[in-house]
């Protein structure tokens, strides 16, 4: 017995492809608008800028193209269950992991000295507390979230293209 029916699994599936790619995009703005210089560390800005977009239109694509063009690509049956679930288990286990780093990186003392360069490609909105020190509450409802929906969105480009590069059995 399956807990959700195919159509839910592709609507959900969808709307989190969609809120994850925006997320990502999203949180590229403020390396573009900042463009490195209001860093507290000088970084490779543009290539965080680039992995975030990347990764956000591939998601947000992903969320509009047709099951039949996504199928294709996969070389799977536009009505195989995998097509979607796949992915969405990736999303999730990025997601709750980036969730943890996010509040690792926060609660993490100053003494342990985090390499910044590090923190902001594991954690893109370490620049945040870099900045600035934010809130626990904003932590928790805010940063952590969207920092799960980026590697979330990562997680969904890792597992279809797992889906699309792997062998057929």
Request: proline content about 6%.
């Amino acid at each position: 017995m399956r807990l959700m029916p195919g159509r839910a699994i592709r609507v959900t599936a969808r709307i989190a492809f969609l809120l994850c790619g925006l997320i990502s995009l999203f949180t590229g703005v403020p390396y573009v608008m900042l463009r490195g210089i209001g860093l507290p560390v000088q970084s490779e800005w543009f290539l965080f800028v680039a992995a975030l977009a990347l990764v956000g239109v591939f998601s947000v694509s992903l969320a509009v193209l047709p099951r039949s063009w996504i199928a294709k690509a996969c070389k799977k049956d536009r009505d195989d269950e995998q097509l979607f679930s796949a992915p969405l288990k990736l999303l999730g286990g990025f997601a709750a992991i980036s969730y943890l780093l996010a509040l690792v990186a926060y609660l993490a003392p100053h003494r342990w000295n985090l390499d910044p360069q590090l923190m902001l490609s594991l954690c893109p909105m370490y620049f945040v507390k870099m900045t600035f020190d934010p809130s626990l509450v904003a932590t928790f409802f805010l940063l952590a979230p969207m920092n799960a929906a980026v590697y979330g969105a990562l997680g969904l480009t890792v597992g279809y293209a797992w889906l699309a590069f792997r062998k057929r059995a």
